[in-house]
């Protein structure tokens, strides 16, 4: 979005419904689960591979505005672990965020790691694929780390790719891009995995509120 309003103060209409309005983030609504996945991370030794088993729950939050700018979204938690193994692989929380006005996408991400990013990108409302990415040192799409991960293991790009299937089932490729001490080129730590439906969205508030108020009163 580059052409911004000069009223930066009054504020946007939105319908109580976010589910009706997350455009191509509808897919993703709802608690999922996949273990068709592979880590690609950096070791001593070398690349490690690893396959997880993921649980990722997104669910609609109240429409959000910025003044003029009119935000739908998803909040979302993803957890991790390796198979047999009760031990935290990864663990995320953020949004997933969607402006009919631009066809702008942005996912913001936090880890315990110490570790936080805004991506971007853009989509039409009916896209099945879509691809978002941070840069370190953006001020709009940016990654922030603690002082040792900036060190050892610099993230200067994040790039995730998720595509809608036509069986119910969505996935997603990431690709974060490190600097290592001692090494010559950037290391490319992947992830993908695809996932599957266990359970439906709830609404989010206004829309339960809405809900509430249409239904007859008891007898």
């Not at 009706?20 to 490690?48: F, Q």
């Not at 031990?87 to 991400?109: I, K, R």
């Amino acid at each position: 979005m580059s052409d911004f309003p000069k009223d930066i103060y009054t504020e946007a209409e939105p319908d109580v419904d976010t589910l009706a309005n997350l455009g191509p983030l509808r897919a993703l609504a709802g608690v999922w689960t996949g273990r068709m996945s592979m880590d690609v991370s950096p070791k001593a030794a070398g690349p490690e591979r690893q396959d997880y088993i993921e649980r990722i729950e997104l669910q609609p939050i109240d429409a959000q505005t910025n003044g003029p700018q009119l935000l739908y979204g998803l909040r979302y938690h993803a957890h991790m672990v390796k198979p047999g193994n009760p031990e935290t692989f990864h663990d995320q929380v953020g949004y997933w965020l969607w402006e009919p006005a631009t066809g702008a996408l942005m996912q913001t991400l936090s880890i315990p790691r110490g570790q936080t990013a805004m991506a971007v990108g853009q989509a039409s409302a009916d896209a099945k694929t879509f691809t978002l990415r941070a840069q370190r040192g953006s001020m709009t799409n940016g990654i922030v780390s603690n002082p040792f991960l900036e060190y050892a293991f610099r993230t200067e790009s994040y790039t995730i790719t998720v595509t809608v299937h036509d069986d119910g089932t969505w996935s997603y490729e990431l690709d974060t891009e490190l600097v290592i001490p001692g090494q010559s080129e950037p290391f490319h730590h992947t992830d993908h995995n695809r996932l599957r439906k266990i359970g439906e969205p709830t609404l989010n508030p206004t829309a339960q509120a809405a809900t509430r108020q249409s239904q007859p009163p008891a007898a």
